[in-house]
């Protein structure tokens, strides 16, 4: 058998609980991005100067190299899982807001102004119509966040944390590429899969619930 | 949506809560962790001690590897993530505190003790024995084609160089790059940050034509390089120690001995072969430590 094959069959065991561990940190920063990034992307629709202040400073966030941003948090919050979820909650928001805020730009002030005519308050304006009729963007942000998240947690090894990057790291320092690969080739296929499934959910929102409104894509 | 983000909601604070179940035991039920950093000598050293103390003492060692660079080791041990670790005398210059300036040995090794004790609260332990320090290194037929043999001799060639080194190096303030150019007044003519254990393979590879190595590691001997002379002693010097918060050490004040057992037991040519077992023979640190205990007698 080859060897790489026969590498991670042998160690099966040790490989999937190192997926399991990225997953886990992938999906807490990406939940805790998705609960703050969309009524953050809400405000910024509403009100344009907050929106200037909002973006700007998610922008700024961005900027900041990976390895700095983790060391950073590093200093409040410590070792392991939590800074590195927190930081891939901060390299999630700018994608997620971003995207929240264009998809409620982009809906038809139309269909706003019928929903208005039917007598809506803005909230359930908001959570029958036009989060709805954005869902297609914010699920664009959050496929762009999910990917590179995937990638970022497997820098965790080096602020405490666990996942494929341990596997990555460790056939590094033995110089040994089995290893390398064994960590590397199943964080690709996370973010590859991630890519696609998540395509597949934007598309089946594009096509779904608002088939009445043809949907202009970025 | 709703279902979705209450499975979210659910999903994250059950996370959260195992975390942080899984973080509080470490120092209250006599255990102490370990830290090291991405290299192999630290997590051997590592495997000593947790070897050392499970059999002498009742605590418990977990070790934390891979951790990004000495300044995130310290970080950590003051936010008492981990209470132990492997650091090197050169380590002062690196902004934690006040320093003097010198290139004496014994002078660094005297304000890293007392800077780290009064500063962080860290007992550091007096050095294993060896040094770790950098050195310019290139391939033997480079050196013998343009009769390197010191650093200062790279000054004519420098400019058409390619210099590989390790991602913090570049960023250093007071043993850097930059202070490096004016010391030695010349500059490389390209640069390559890269991980510390790549830059062995990639001057072997023709890839880069000057490493700044570190002295221990076993690439210098495996990839068959030269190290040139720091003839005008620009780096400082490294030795290598235990150290530990000084908090552990009152909790659990047996620590003291068996840390000590290992200071000055280790040369530099033991911890290069040790490193070269676990690099270039692709033994586990754990037992190239294990085995170096039971072969000088401290672990049974």
């Given at each position: 058998?080859?060897?790489?094959?026969?590498?991670?069959?042998?160690?099966?065991?040790?490989?999937?609980?190192?997926?399991?561990?990225?997953?886990?940190?992938?999906?807490?920063?990406?939940?805790?991005?998705?609960?703050?990034?969309?009524?953050?992307?809400?405000?910024?629709?509403?009100?344009?100067?907050?929106?200037?202040?909002?973006?700007?400073?998610?922008?700024?966030?961005?900027?900041?190299?990976?390895?700095?941003?983790?060391?950073?948090?590093?200093?409040?919050?410590?070792?392991?899982?939590?800074?590195?979820?927190?930081?891939?909650?901060?390299?999630?928001?700018?994608?997620?807001?971003?995207?929240?805020?264009?998809?409620?730009?982009?809906?038809?002030?139309?269909?706003?102004?019928?929903?208005?005519?039917?007598?809506?308050?803005?909230?359930?304006?908001?959570?029958?119509?036009?989060?709805?009729?954005?869902?297609?963007?914010?699920?664009?942000?959050?496929?762009?966040?999910?990917?590179?998240?995937?990638?970022?947690?497997?820098?965790?090894?080096?602020?405490?944390?666990?996942?494929?990057?341990?596997?990555?790291?460790?056939?590094?320092?033995?110089?040994?590429?089995?290893?390398?690969?064994?960590?590397?080739?199943?964080?690709?296929?996370?973010?590859?899969?991630?890519?696609?499934?998540?395509?597949?959910?934007?598309?089946?929102?594009?096509?779904?619930?608002?088939?009445?409104?043809?949907?202009?894509?970025? | 949506?709703?279902?979705?983000?209450?499975?979210?909601?659910?999903?994250?604070?059950?996370?959260?809560?195992?975390?942080?179940?899984?973080?509080?035991?470490?120092?209250?039920?006599?255990?102490?962790?370990?830290?090291?950093?991405?290299?192999?000598?630290?997590?051997?050293?590592?495997?000593?001690?947790?070897?050392?103390?499970?059999?002498?003492?009742?605590?418990?060692?977990?070790?934390?590897?891979?951790?990004?660079?000495?300044?995130?080791?310290?970080?950590?041990?003051?936010?008492?993530?981990?209470?132990?670790?492997?650091?090197?005398?050169?380590?002062?210059?690196?902004?934690?505190?006040?320093?003097?300036?010198?290139?004496?040995?014994?002078?660094?090794?005297?304000?890293?003790?007392?800077?780290?004790?009064?500063?962080?609260?860290?007992?550091?332990?007096?050095?294993?024995?060896?040094?770790?320090?950098?050195?310019?290194?290139?391939?033997?037929?480079?050196?013998?084609?343009?009769?390197?043999?010191?650093?200062?001799?790279?000054?004519?060639?420098?400019?058409?160089?390619?210099?590989?080194?390790?991602?913090?190096?570049?960023?250093?303030?007071?043993?850097?790059?930059?202070?490096?150019?004016?010391?030695?007044?010349?500059?490389?003519?390209?640069?390559?940050?890269?991980?510390?254990?790549?830059?062995?393979?990639?001057?072997?590879?023709?890839?880069?034509?000057?490493?700044?190595?570190?002295?221990?590691?076993?690439?210098?001997?495996?990839?068959?390089?030269?190290?040139?002379?720091?003839?005008?002693?620009?780096?400082?010097?490294?030795?290598?120690?235990?150290?530990?918060?000084?908090?552990?050490?009152?909790?659990?004040?047996?620590?003291?001995?068996?840390?000590?057992?290992?200071?000055?037991?280790?040369?530099?040519?033991?911890?290069?072969?040790?490193?070269?077992?676990?690099?270039?023979n692709k033994r586990s640190p754990h037992e190239v430590a294990v085995q170096f205990l039971k072969s000088n007698g401290l672990l049974k």
């Amino acid at each position: 058998m080859n060897p790489f094959f026969q590498y991670m069959h042998d160690n099966s065991g040790h490989l999937l609980s190192l997926t399991w561990g990225h997953l886990i940190m992938v999906i807490s920063g990406l939940g805790l991005a998705l609960i703050v990034g969309i009524p953050l992307g809400v405000i910024c629709a509403r009100n344009a100067r907050l929106a200037t202040i909002i973006l700007t400073l998610a922008n700024v966030i961005q900027v900041i190299p990976t390895l700095a941003l983790l060391a950073l948090l590093m200093m409040f919050l410590g070792l392991g899982f939590k800074t590195i979820v927190v930081g891939l909650f901060f390299y999630s928001l700018l994608p997620i807001i971003r995207n929240t805020f264009v998809g409620l730009k982009e809906v038809d002030s139309a269909i706003s102004e019928a929903g208005k005519g039917l007598g809506m308050s803005y909230w359930q304006l908001l959570m029958k119509v036009q989060l709805p009729l954005s869902l297609p963007f914010l699920m664009a942000g959050f496929r762009v966040a999910a990917v590179i998240a995937i990638g970022v947690a497997t820098l965790a090894p080096l602020f405490g944390g666990d996942g494929l990057g341990r596997e990555i790291y460790s056939g590094l320092n033995l110089r040994n590429n089995l290893k390398i690969y064994a960590g590397a080739i199943p964080a690709a296929v996370l973010a590859l899969l991630a890519d696609i499934l998540l395509g597949r959910l934007q598309e089946k929102l594009k096509n779904g619930p608002v088939r009445s409104k043809p949907i202009r894509t970025l | 949506m709703k279902r979705m983000s209450l499975a979210i909601i659910v999903l994250l604070l059950g996370t959260l809560v195992l975390s942080a179940c899984s973080n509080e035991g470490n120092s209250a039920s006599g255990t102490i962790s370990i830290g090291t950093q991405t290299y192999s000598e630290p997590k051997i050293l590592a495997e000593m001690y947790k070897a050392l103390i499970e059999q002498n003492t009742e605590v418990n060692v977990k070790i934390v590897a891979d951790l990004a660079a000495s300044p995130i080791v310290i970080q950590a041990m003051k936010s008492n993530d981990i209470q132990m670790a492997t650091l090197y005398t050169g380590e002062i210059f690196n902004n934690h505190f006040e320093v003097e300036a010198t290139k004496d040995r014994n002078e660094v090794l005297k304000q890293a003790q007392e800077g780290f004790d009064k500063t962080f609260d860290f007992k550091w332990f007096d050095p294993y024995g060896f040094e770790n320090t950098y050195a310019f290194t290139v391939r033997k037929e480079l050196a013998d084609q343009y009769y390197l043999s010191t650093v200062s001799d790279l000054k004519e060639y420098a400019k058409t160089l390619k210099l590989g080194v390790d991602t913090t190096w570049l960023e250093r303030d007071n043993d850097g790059y930059r202070a490096f150019t004016k010391f030695y007044d010349f500059e490389f003519g390209e640069k390559f940050p890269m991980e510390i254990s790549l830059v062995y393979q990639a001057v072997a590879d023709n890839k880069v034509d000057v490493v700044l190595a570190y002295t221990t590691d076993p690439g210098i001997k495996e990839f068959n390089l030269q190290t040139l002379t720091d003839d005008k002693q620009f780096f400082p010097p490294y030795d290598a120690s235990p150290v530990i918060k000084n908090e552990t050490l009152k909790k659990y004040p047996e620590l003291n001995e068996v840390i000590n057992t290992l200071v000055g037991k280790i040369d530099a040519e033991t911890m290069t072969s040790l490193n070269y077992e676990v690099d270039v023979n692709k033994r586990s640190p754990h037992e190239v430590a294990v085995q170096f205990l039971k072969s000088n007698g401290l672990l049974k």
